[in-house]
């Protein structure tokens, strides 16, 4: 059994999403979806960039998904 881990080049796309799109529902979906690079080789970068995101974020309700992103990867 072959193990894919994901790496920052896969999360980019996800991490670009969350900082630039204006749909709510979309953006907690990503929010979530970035959780899932638990195994990622790039999760310090992962974690880094999603607490940038989180410190310039308005949205409470985007704000706690991040932390609990935050929670999940680290």
């Known amino acids: 059994t072959e193990i894919y881990t994901l790496s920052l080049h896969d999360a980019l796309p996800i991490l670009h999403?969350?900082?630039?799109?204006?749909d709510a529902e979309l953006k907690l979906t990503a929010i979530e979806a970035i959780g899932w690079y638990l195994y990622s080789s790039a999760k310090a970068d992962i974690i880094a960039q999603c607490e940038a995101l989180y410190a310039k974020e308005n949205d409470e309700a985007a704000k706690a998904e991040l932390l609990k992103t935050l929670n999940r990867l680290k």
Do not use: A, S
């Open 17 to 22: 999403m969350i900082e630039t799109t204006n």
